[in-house]
Every structure is written in structure tokens, then in C-alpha cells.
């Protein structure tokens, strides 16, 4: 049987299946624009991680509200650990502690 997510949209509190949202990539990322070297640009457009274990990713609410947020999620056991606003900027520090938690040392590996 396979395994889907269920996450949590904290923009507009629905739950619902991954297949009623869109997935957007790692989040957190460093965005170079105008004046930045070719180098920044290309590592910004062409390099991310793609961890085993704890992982950010950017979603979209596409059959709800519309809006992105951020997911924080392990990729092996598809445990959903928060969902979050996306006009953060890292992490918040409750939902570090909550991975901690749940994954101790798992900071050590990123």
C-alpha cells in the first residue's frame, strides 16, 4: 500500500492529502537577483539539497486556498512535523525543537 502525505495548510487549516496541494521545492533558499555573479546565480537556480531525512519544502494550497506555505518533513518515513507560514524566513525555533524531539542529532547531518 502506498503511503501518502497529509498536511496542513496554515494558511486556511484544511487537511487534506498531498495530491490537493503542489509541491515547490526546498524552502529556505537564498535568492540572488540583479548584480549577483554568474556562480550565485547558478548555484540559486540549480543546487539543492535533496536529504535523507529532515527536509524543508515549499507547498502550494492548489485546490484550497492558493497560498504557500512551508512543510517540515523527514523524506524516508514521510512524517509531517509542521507546517508553517512561508513568509518566514527559517525555521521557526518550536518546530526546530519539535524535529529535535522527535530526530535527536539530526542537525549534525545537514
Given amino acids: ?3 501518502m502525505l497529509t ?3 496554515p494558511c486556511c ?3 487534506a492529502e498531498e495530491t490537493e496541494f503542489h509541491a515547490g521545492g526546498e524552502a529556505h533558499l537564498k535568492r540572488f537577483g540583479p548584480g549577483s555573479s554568474d556562480d550565485e546565480f547558478e548555484s540559486y537556480l540549480f543546487t539543492r539539497k535533496n536529504p ?3 527536509h524543508f ?3 502550494r494550497h492548489n485546490n484550497g486556498c492558493g497560498k504557500w506555505f512551508h512543510v517540515a518533513r523527514c523524506t524516508t518515513s514521510l ?3 509542521a507546517s508553517y507560514p512561508a ?9 526546530l525543537v519539535h524535529i529535535d524531539t522527535r530526530r535527536p542529532g539530526w542537525r549534525a547531518k545537514t
Avoid at 513568509?87 to 518546530?95: K, S, V
Wanted: one cysteine or more; hydrophobic letters at 35%.
Fill in 7 to 9: 498536511l496542513t495548510c
Fill in 52 to 54: 535523507k531525512g529532515v
Fill in 13 to 15: 487549516n484544511v487537511t
Fill in 79 to 81: 512524517e509531517v512535523f
Fill in 87 to 95: 513568509q518566514t524566513y527559517a525555521p521557526p525555533e518550536d518546530i
Fill in 57 to 59: 519544502e515549499r507547498w
Fill in 1 to 3: 500500500m502506498d503511503k
